[in-house]
C-alpha cells in the first residue's frame, strides 16, 4: 500500500524557517516526480514544488522559488521543502504527492499524503 506521511509542519512566526519531510513507502518511485501543494483557508489547492525521483529535476512555483527549496533523499525515500522567510500568507495545510508525470497540476498525481499544517504568526 502506498504511502506518503508528511511532518515537520507547525507554528511559526512571520521570518521564520520550516523544514517540511515526506517520507514515501508502498513502491518504487524511481519513475515518479514528487511534489508539494499547499492549500490555504478557503482557497484552491496550489503548486508549490515538485523534483523528478531519478533525475531531480525541479519545477517551482515562481512566487516561491526564491524562499522554498524541494530536495530528495533517495537512501531515505523523502522529499523535503525547505521554507524561509515565511509570512502569513503561507499558512496552510501541505500536502506531498507523487505522479507518474512531471507537472505543476494537481489532477496528475495519483497519491498523496493527508497534510501537514502549517501556521506563520505576524
Known amino acids: 500500500q502506498v504511502q506518503l506521511v508528511e511532518s515537520g509542519g507547525g507554528l511559526v512566526q512571520a521570518g521564520g524557517s520550516l523544514r517540511l519531510s515526506c517520507a514515501a513507502s508502498?513502491?518504487?518511485?524511481?519513475?515518479?516526480?514528487m511534489g508539494w501543494f499547499r492549500q490555504a483557508p478557503g482557497k484552491e489547492r496550489e503548486f508549490v514544488a515538485a523534483?523528478?525521483?531519478?533525475?531531480?529535476?525541479?519545477y517551482n512555483a515562481e512566487s516561491m522559488k526564491v524562499r522554498f527549496t524541494i530536495s530528495r533523499d533517495i537512501a531515505k525515500n523523502t522529499v523535503y521543502l525547505q521554507m524561509n522567510m515565511l509570512t502569513p500568507e503561507d499558512t496552510g495545510v501541505y500536502y506531498c504527492?507523487?505522479?507518474?508525470?512531471?507537472?505543476?497540476?494537481?489532477?496528475?498525481?495519483?497519491?498523496w499524503g493527508q497534510g501537514t499544517q502549517v501556521t506563520v504568526s505576524s
Open positions: 523534483i523528478g525521483w531519478s533525475d531531480s529535476t525541479i
Open positions: 504527492a507523487a505522479s507518474p508525470a512531471m507537472g505543476r497540476a494537481s489532477w496528475t498525481y495519483d497519491y
Open positions: 508502498g513502491r518504487s518511485f524511481s519513475s515518479y516526480a
